[in-house]
């Protein structure tokens, strides 16, 4: 006949090998009696943290600080919940509250500084984020946060190398292939975006944006959508600016002749941008099927 510790080692074990589903099938079997203990409500907390359900979490994190009294990890998952929902306010309250219990926990540290990453206050995250790597350096959530800093300040290739650093150091975690694949997508390298996708979706299949990250990729990386990889590399609207800005300059150097080629080659350039996504679409999604 299994313990209490052997239960709740098991659905510790099945947080870790990414099943948060099975764990939660799991933590319902617990008796009354240890259902309603502290380890309980955080291991609760996680497997709906895993499946981004964040009512729940923001439901379980509550009712567990109302039974079990303050906790520091149940106040860092309501915290991350309420970031999710877009509660600005009360997650930072959650979060102070339970960096005042435990000021140096690196996970917690990072959970702060994505909420500040968040709103804007990039100095501060950066600041948060350096002492969670002073303490636990290759720590995910030190990577994860880390490489969302980046990104917000507009520095892809930061972000890029932030990726590969979290991927050379966790090859099989799927936050770091699902982020490696996010930074090759924003360097124009679709082919590898998909491959990293693919390998988030394999060790992870319970998350939907990964699933729907590895499809968008492997569309994108069709040969048919390959002209269109610099809307991908420099954005839509910077691509526009260059592409009027040779224009103009050709204009004012004389080369109508150029200028009118190259103003045709655009407006092809753009038609094909309006036909070829949907129809390469329909055929991955043809493919996927057969």
Not at 67 to 80: C, I, K, Q, V, Y
Request: hydrophobic share 50%; charged share 20%; net charge neutral.
């Amino acid at each position: 006949m299994s313990t209490a510790h052997d239960q709740l080692a098991r659905v510790a074990h099945l947080l870790e090998v990414n099943r948060p589903e099975q764990a939660l099938e799991e933590l319902g079997r617990l008796p009354a009696g240890l259902a309603t203990e502290v380890a309980a409500f955080r291991l609760r907390a996680a497997a709906l943290t895993d499946l981004d359900r964040w009512d729940d979490v923001v439901a379980v994190a509550r009712q567990g600080l109302a039974e079990a009294g303050p906790d520091a990890e149940l106040l860092g998952r309501l915290g991350l919940a309420l970031r999710h929902r877009g509660a600005y306010a009360d997650a930072e309250r959650a979060l102070l509250d339970a960096l005042a219990r435990t000021p140096k926990n690196p996970w917690l540290l990072c959970q702060y500084a994505d909420l500040c990453t968040a709103v804007g206050q990039t100095d501060k995250a950066e600041r948060l984020v350096a002492r969670a790597a002073a303490i636990v350096p290759d720590l995910p959530s030190v990577y994860a946060s880390r490489f969302q800093l980046a990104y917000a300040r507009g520095d892809d290739r930061a972000a890029e190398t932030v990726a590969e650093e979290f991927l050379a150091a966790w090859p099989t975690h799927p936050v770091a292939l699902a982020l490696h694949g996010h930074a090759a997508a924003l360097r124009g390298r679709m082919g590898t975006a998909h491959r990293s996708f693919g390998q988030a979706v394999a060790h992870d299949p319970t998350d939907a944006d990964y699933a729907e990250a590895a499809w968008e990729s492997r569309v994108h990386a069709h040969p048919l959508l390959v002209p269109l990889r610099p809307l991908h590399r420099f954005g839509v609207f910077r691509t526009w600016l260059v592409a009027v800005a040779v224009i103009v300059l050709l204009k004012l150097a004389g080369l109508d002749l150029l200028a009118g080629l190259f103003a045709l080659s655009w407006f092809l350039f753009c038609v094909w941008s309006w036909i070829a996504p949907p129809l390469v679409r329909r055929l991955v999604r043809r493919r996927w099927r057969a």
